[in-house]
């Protein structure tokens, strides 16, 4: 692989969730796992038991795959300092060892087709915020963070691997990127243009006026299948003949067209207990995959309350919860909060909510005018961020139509992530949008250019990422700057001096909403 092959991405999210290679599970040399990391790996027990782990215990290694099913992420042994950290240099040996194992297992997987060679140009290794619990590392979070970024950075590129820091941790997520914003050349890859771009649309999601319009490309980083893998699933659970398949998949057919053909077919096998025959079970089970990729992890860090989709699958509201951002679903939460996802064709939470066939499609409005006009009014009130979606949807064109109409003048409606220049959309939409083709890549392929808006959208959401939570919060003193040091010294005065008739006024709720909101009284722990 080459050494320039290698990025650092920072995401709040879920490591377990995460479709990865392989990603560092801290132990000792005990083997000891806090009940948080015992909660993510189930059938821990049996695994550990069917596991080698000498060459651990003896400390011969700092870092030994866990037993796991072929194909999935491999979760990584990694022995941290027994006695506790003195320094953070400390940790280095062990994410060498974690990052020269998970390169290896990702070759062997990958080779075999597995892992996220369907899906990623580069292997993809993830690490926690290790040695930030227990172990020592509880009061030292800034320089943990400084360490984990430049021994990642460097053996990453070095492995020529992509490595993702994936905190759970608001103050943690919110110093990192402070931390990559300061240093500079964490985007490198990444043309002037191309950063210039994810600076202005930086500064609409601080306006928190960003709101991501995801289409199937944002699932494909997790596995899911795009139109074409999802016609080809479907056609293999049918159960077609040579000939059927044949003409389903004849080049020019219209999606809707072999969707309602494969509906067709289901129906042959209807009964009463399956009145579709198991069409909508098998979409179901084609989309709906186990872990989430990067893209809707970045997009799920997005503070906009709106955010829509054309995916039936669940992954970006499960990242959403995982980056601290839940959202109400839009078909399918019977009570819906200020903070929701929209999906706009249906959702495999609510089978018969799928949009599909032709069918589907043009009873959509009679059905769900209200979902019209409310992606209508977010295009005429906030700046949509349209990912992994090709501007071909009938609907989407019919609400596009109808705000002109609404309007009567042109109005910039978005930004386009694209993969590769397209001069017809490009003209046909350019008074209504922006174009950003992501390039980084040498390669011109469909992985290395999803892999390009990937590292596109880690720029946006470090740069979007203004929020303070580190400054007041227990333990991160030592990553920040002297200005900071003293702010948060007359900050924390400020607070030990309001007595009790200051807290009583309706003012100070808002004082102390402030101080919360910058960190007071969040622990490390």
């Not at 915020?129 to 990642?152: I, N, V």
């Not at 490198?188 to 191309?194: I, Q, T």
């Not at 199937?216 to 980083?221: D, F, I, K, P």
């Not at 892999?451 to 227990?474: Q, S, W």
Request: proline letters at 4%; hydrophobic letters at 45%; charged letters at 25%.
């Amino acid at each position: 692989m080459s050494a320039t092959s290698s990025h650092l991405f920072v995401v709040r999210a879920n490591i377990a969730a995460l479709a990865c290679d392989a990603w560092l599970l801290p132990t000792d040399a005990r083997l000891e796992l806090t009940e948080a990391w015992r909660r993510a790996v189930p059938d821990l027990a049996d695994r550990l038991a069917r596991t080698p782990l000498d060459g651990l215990t003896r400390g011969e290694v700092l870092a030994a795959p866990l037993a796991t099913r072929l194909g999935d992420p491999v979760p990584v042994l990694t022995v941290g300092p027994l006695q506790g950290l003195r320094t953070a240099d400390e940790l280095r040996p062990a994410v060498r060892a974690f990052l020269e194992l998970g390169v290896r297992l990702a070759e062997e997987t990958r080779a075999q087709g597995l892992g996220t060679a369907a899906f990623r140009s580069v292997p993809l290794l993830a690490l926690p915020f290790f040695g930030s619990r227990g172990g020592g590392g509880r009061l030292t979070q800034g320089s943990l963070l400084t360490t984990l970024l430049d021994e990642a950075a460097i053996a990453g590129t070095r492995l020529g691997v992509d490595v993702a820091l994936v905190l759970s941790d608001e103050p943690a997520y919110a110093l990192a990127q402070q931390l990559r914003r300061v240093r500079g050349d964490a985007w490198r890859e990444l043309s002037a243009d191309l950063l210039g771009e994810a600076e202005r649309l930086a500064i609409e999601a601080r306006a928190n006026r960003l709101v991501p319009f995801m289409g199937a490309g944002v699932s494909v980083t997790g596995g899911a299948p795009d139109w074409p893998g999802l016609i080809e699933g479907l056609a293999d659970a049918a159960g077609l003949d040579d000939e059927e398949r044949a003409s389903l998949l004849r080049t020019g057919r219209d999606a809707r067209d072999q969707a309602a053909f494969l509906r067709a077919a289901f129906l042959r096998n209807a009964s009463e207990e399956e009145p579709d025959g198991g069409f909508a079970a098998a979409v179901i089970a084609i989309v709906d995959v186990p872990r989430y990729g990067l893209a809707p992890a970045l997009l799920a860090s997005l503070r906009a309350e709106q955010a829509i989709t054309l995916n039936y699958d669940e992954l970006f509201e499960r990242a959403a919860c995982d980056a601290g951002q839940p959202r109400s679903v839009i078909p399918g939460d019977e009570r819906v909060t200020s903070r929701w996802l929209l999906k706009l064709h249906g959702s495999v939470a609510v089978p018969g909510s799928i949009v599909l066939t032709r069918d589907d499609y043009l009873g959509f409005h009679v059905e769900r005018a209200a979902y019209s006009a409310l992606v209508a009014a977010t295009m005429m009130t906030r700046h949509l961020l349209f990912v992994g979606f090709g501007l071909a949807d009938d609907h989407f064109h019919e609400i596009v139509h109808d705000v002109r109409r609404t309007t009567r003048q042109s109005a910039t409606l978005g930004t386009v992530l694209t993969l590769r220049d397209d001069p017809l959309a490009m003209t046909i939409w350019s008074e209504e949008l922006t174009f950003v083709r992501a390039a980084v890549a040498t390669e011109d392929s469909p992985r290395s250019s999803s892999r390009a808006i990937e590292i596109f959208l880690d720029a946006v959401m470090a740069l979007a990422t203004d929020r303070h939570p580190f400054l007041l919060a227990e333990g991160f003193e030592d990553g920040l700057d002297a200005d900071e040091l003293t702010l948060r010294q007359e900050l924390l005065a400020l607070d030990r001096a309001a007595g009790e008739d200051v807290r009583g006024t309706e003012a100070w709720a808002h004082v102390d909403r402030a101080l919360r909101e910058l960190g007071l009284g969040h622990s490390a722990d």
